[in-house]
């Protein structure tokens, strides 16, 4: 008995290490293939895809016929995406194409050395004029580039979201709201003759800035840089700026008017009232079409108007790129991948959408409806290219990209664009600002007494080192202003 | 005397008693949100008794089953495999490290007891795993990396040298060789050791999800706990992101409250049948494995 356990045990073992040798086998054996047409692999973050291979058998056709590769998609899930690809890089794993942006964070990648450069590659190729200036400007680092964003909305603007039915119950006239002092007749109004509605959503949107024309960054926690009119770059703690008390004192006086809930500094996650129309006022991004869309996939329908300049700061346009990895074997191929699927509308929407009639079909507008569990529907449009180049879903209205193209045209655009910090000197610093800044984001909501809050704020701030950091990025940033 | 007794029963049991709600108050919580339905849940915040009782959170979850099926399968596989490859293992280890007359001890002890001490970071482990094993992909990935866990060898160690030495010498005498005897006589009077290192090894495997994300690209050899856990980050990633980049919207439908609080019941299950279920055992074992003579 206690025989055939022993035995069993050693037999477990054993497979255990044949099968790692027959993996080592197994995988020497695929390089030996003759002169076939390279495979490029692709990853992106996002669920997995079970119909994937019909669509990469479509995409094939067309890659293979233009540029002679294959592709190869995989997805990976984007809560993993980060800490995958820092493995793959640091780890030496080939790949050829990745996605970088809001996950995978472009600028550790190219500072991990995971991406290749990409300016001798961009000379030279239709890229150069399938894409804006603006595009290019906003992917480099120093002065390379080592990823191709992904065109689209590229502007940050403040928006503020009102509940249709309200606004016309009370006649609110929305071309007379500028900036967010001026809702507040319309909160009175809600708060008086509305029950089970919240007048102002604020959780940890806040209230946003004063705008006051200077277009002020944060390029590092707890900072605010801009080029003041002499043209000398200014860097101070946000707590010094002028129009700093202005968002907090406004949420204070809302909260003991009763705009916003009472409850509102023990409240997690709001998202639930949000999707059932409890409030009648929110914060939110503003870009155009975005009512449409709101209205598409809510249960209610809301005015969304923009109440700041739209702008294009320091990391508006690397949210979502296309970058090519180091180890790759054929950057050349790589390259006039990304090349295709920018250019390439067929293509583009073949990877967006899948194929027609199998996994969407086109509603008498246009108009792409999503076939049920087809087995390919990624979702998202701005992961794999240009997306001024997609089909357009329903609720978007037909010169969507026309009129977004114009917007990110006529946003300002941040002077240091290019421009990244390098943290090394101030390390410590900049993680002690940000254990401050987590601190107080959750103050910022209205619910406590303004006075404590700012004086605390900026006397923890100036213990973590905020004045060192200033002063390490202006110097940063006058060396890289003079250097161009 | 008497009425003092009384007292300080009262007061332990009141102690008790309110440790206990700690702990159980939050699970009822998720159990009956889990079961309210979703309006509820908006409208009067969490109850301990739904006040309707909704089923449409596990009806959506079981809509499309198979994810979660095949999750538990694989889970359950790899985590029976591993725990019994891992108990085996670290316990003929330990008995060695036992013997009195093994020459080298030391230097295996301390060649055990320094991984405990610096290990080869997460890169490297990495490579390892991924260019030179290629575990990544299989399910032995799962099983093969951490068989030997230094901590429970020296745990076993311990324990195996609390059995007389005598009964060693007094099996040799019958003609017992070192199998017979770590088979026959040292695993069976170290049942409670075992059942405790048994039921660590599972539950540590059960939880794992870590694993799957860095190594599990094929849909069916992920595991359940990461399941779980990929949706509690896709929605953390959505709700940061969706104010920032409005590119977001077009994405994503977030799994409801009641959803959530559905899955991490039917994924929690298994696990809150085994543990009771191991430490009877246990419990049992520690009388059972006492000395005699």
Redesign the interface.
Known sequence: MKKMFLRIASFIMAGVICTGLAGCGGNSETSGGETEVPTLTWMIPGDKQEDIQSVLAEVNKITEAKIGAKLDIQFIDTGAFTERMTMNMAGGNEFDLCFTGYVNPYQQSVKRGGLLELDSYIEGSSLKDALPQYAFDAGKIGDSIYAIPNLQIMTECTGLGIRKDLAEKYNLDVSTIKSLEDIEPFLEQVKQNETGVYPFRTGKYGGGEKNDGVFRETLTSGTSAWIDENGEIQVVPVTELESFEYSPSLLRSWFEKGYIRSDVASVVDDTEDGNAGKFAVWRCAYKPGVEAEFNSTNSYEAIIIPISEPKMSNGSGVAAMTAIGRKSKNPDLAFKMIELVNTDVELYNLLCFGIEGKHYNLDETGKVVYIDGSGYAPKASWKFGNQFNALLLPGQSDDVWEVTKQFNEGAKKSSFLGFVFDVEPVRTEVAQIATVQGKYKSLSTGAEPLENYIDDYKADLKTAGVEKVCAELKSQLDAWYASK | MKKQKLLNQAIFNLLFIFVCMLVIIPFVLVVSASLSS??D??EYGYQIIPKNLDLSAYRYIFKNPKSIINAYKITFLFSV?YTF?ST?LMSMLAHMLSKRNLKGKSFFAFYIYFTMLFSGG??PT??LN??????DD?I?IY??PSLITPWYVFLLRTFFQGIPYEINEAAVVDGANE??IF??IVLPLSKPALATVALFMFLGKWNDWYTS??YI?D?SLISLQYLL??I???I??I?E?S??????????E?P??TVRMAMAIVVAGPALVVFPFFQKYFVKGLTVGSVKG
């Open positions: 979703e309006k849940i908006v495999i490859l085996l997460l890169v990495y490579i991924t260019q030179m094993l290629h575990l299989t032995w099983i093969v199998y017979t088979l026959k994300m860095l690209n849909e856990q990929r509690m980050q896709n953390k990633l709700q992101a104010y920032d980049t409005s590119m977001l919207a077009e994405t994503t977030i409801s409250e």
